[in-house]
């Protein structure tokens, strides 16, 4: 196990891609399906996606007032920079395993995001991954890298 440790701050699902996500209590990761009841669900390689809550703080320095999901994140996290971890890169997220599969993505020009607040740090700090192996996540969970 190694000492790369964070914490995850909240959950969160949409039902529609492109808005923001709505907090949780808990989320059900699924092996081959992703976050159970979140839009982007399904066998493809950004099941779940996750966000330094560091990377929002940024966004909350230029004065924006930003919650958990408003990056359409499912899972906030905090300590960790996600992004400097490279692709194959596996995490237990509280009782769930993921696999990295892509750090950051394009910005789609109508995403809700970007155009209420003009930038998305989603593009360059957000991370991507698989589920092998099934489980709930919460906010408080650890998140620990198990191999790089």
Request: hydrophobic share 40%; glycine share 12%.
């Given at each position: 196990?190694?000492?790369?440790l964070?914490?995850?701050v909240?959950?969160?699902?949409?039902?529609?891609?492109?808005?923001r996500k709505?907090?949780q209590?808990?989320?059900?990761?699924?092996?081959?399906a992703?976050?159970q009841?979140?839009?982007?669900a399904g066998p493809?390689?950004?099941?779940v996606?996750?966000?330094?809550?560091?990377?929002?703080?940024?966004?909350?320095?230029h004065?924006?007032?930003?919650?958990?999901?408003?990056?359409a994140?499912n899972?906030l996290?905090?300590g960790?920079?996600?992004y400097?971890?490279?692709?194959?890169?596996?995490?237990?997220?509280?009782?769930?395993?993921?696999?990295?599969?892509?750090?950051?993505?394009?910005?789609?020009?109508?995403?809700?995001?970007?155009?209420t607040?003009?930038?998305?740090?989603?593009?360059?700090?957000?991370?991507?991954a698989?589920?092998?192996?099934s489980g709930?996540?919460r906010?408080?969970d650890?998140v620990?890298?198990?191999?790089i």
């Open positions: 196990m190694s000492d790369l964070g914490t995850v909240a959950t969160s699902v949409s039902t529609k891609k492109g808005t709505a907090p209590d808990s989320i059900e990761l699924v092996v081959g992703g976050v009841g979140d839009a982007h493809w390689h950004r099941q996606s996750l966000l330094p809550d560091e990377s929002v703080d940024r966004m909350r320095d004065g924006f007032t930003l919650g958990a999901g408003d990056f994140e899972i996290t905090q960790l920079a996600l400097e971890l490279p692709v194959g890169t596996l995490l237990k997220v509280g009782d769930a395993v993921v696999a990295v599969t892509q750090i950051g993505k394009t910005c789609h020009n109508d995403c809700e995001i970007r155009r607040v003009g930038m998305c740090v989603m593009p360059t700090d957000g991370i991507f698989v589920v092998v192996r709930a996540v906010p408080g650890e620990s890298v198990i191999e």
